[in-house]
């Protein structure tokens, strides 16, 4: 089973480098409004972490119909039987004290 994570907001690039840091076999995929901001992040992550395995994903969450093709796109990359997917998204994450995480809790 491969590990893929959603990570819905891009601008999060030290949550991406510490879970790639600390994942080994990781796969990322990045969901963002604007693909050139999300190139541009795929682009600095693979620079400290060349081998990474980075998708980009156009997600706009302020659009149902949007929200709805990324659905449909997320279920025909990664399919359930293969992967395990969660969404880490920044705002449910936050905390002003570093948090340590066991990300491999989340893989059954």
């Keep these: 089973m491969k590990k893929v994570i959603l990570v819905t907001v891009v601008s ?3 949550l991406c480098e510490r879970l790639l840091c600390e994942c080994a076999g990781l ?6 409004r604007n693909m050139q901001r999300a190139d541009a992040a795929r682009s600095a992550l693979l620079t400290s972490h060349p081998d990474a395995h980075i998708d980009l994903l156009h997600l706009d969450i302020g659009s149902v119909r949007s929200e709805l093709c990324a659905a449909h796109e997320v279920k025909s ?10 969404d880490l998204d920044r705002g449910i994450i936050h905390t002003l004290h570093p948090v ?8 059954y």
Excluded: E
Excluded at 27 to 32: E, G, R
Excluded at 77 to 86: A, F, G, L, V, W
Excluded at 100 to 107: A, E, V
């Design 12 to 14: 999060g690039l030290a």
């Design 27 to 32: 796969q990322l995929c990045l969901a963002c």
């Design 77 to 86: 990359r990664y399919r359930p039987s293969d992967h395990q997917t969660i």
């Design 100 to 107: 340590r995480c066991d990300i491999n809790k989340y893989f």
